[in-house]
């Protein structure tokens, strides 16, 4: 009797062994993606129509071959998406790039965020932000305009009384 007790024991224990390591198996295919978004200090303030540069770093190291991965870029005013652009890369183990989009003219001075959202087209899915400030614009063209106007008056104003200066010396 006692042979045939640690004969059980031994196959429990290898049964148990098998589980364990058909478990860990089954993950085989996880695969570490590290993703990040930079605003260089330059850019942390921009103006609305200008355009904000930023650094994209995908790794991407257990990947075994290329792989197509579809890029989001996003630009938030709180919760609203006030513009957004889509792109594809080809990324093997690593790829960093230089990107930029335009703020749109109506977008509000104060806290926005880029957010670049990668997946491919499997189940991989993430999602990365960076935050940067939208200044207000000073009125340039106002004052430029108003500048010229104020030129253009004057200089009609001498021409005007030039010529009734004119005008009393020849009568």
Known sequence: MKITFYKNKYIKLFQIFLVIFFFFISFHEAQAL?????????????????????E??????ENPSRKDLRLVYKVLEGEE???ESKF???????????DYMVIPESAGSGLHRIVVEITDYEEL??????SFNV??????MKI???LIMSAIVFVGLVITL?????KKIIS
């Open 144 to 146: 430029y305009f108003i």
């Open 135 to 140: 200044v207000a614009q000073k009125d340039e």
């Open 162 to 166: 030039q010529i009734r200066r004119m």
């Open 34 to 54: 590290i993703i990040s978004v930079n605003v260089p200090e330059k850019y942390t303030e921009v103006k609305a129509g200008e355009r904000l540069y930023f």
């Open 56 to 61: 994209v770093e995908i790794r991407y190291p």
């Open 81 to 83: 998406i006030i513009t």
């Open 125 to 130: 899915n993430q999602e990365v932000y960076a």
């Open 88 to 98: 594809l890369k080809a990324v093997e183990t690593q790829a960093s790039f230089v």
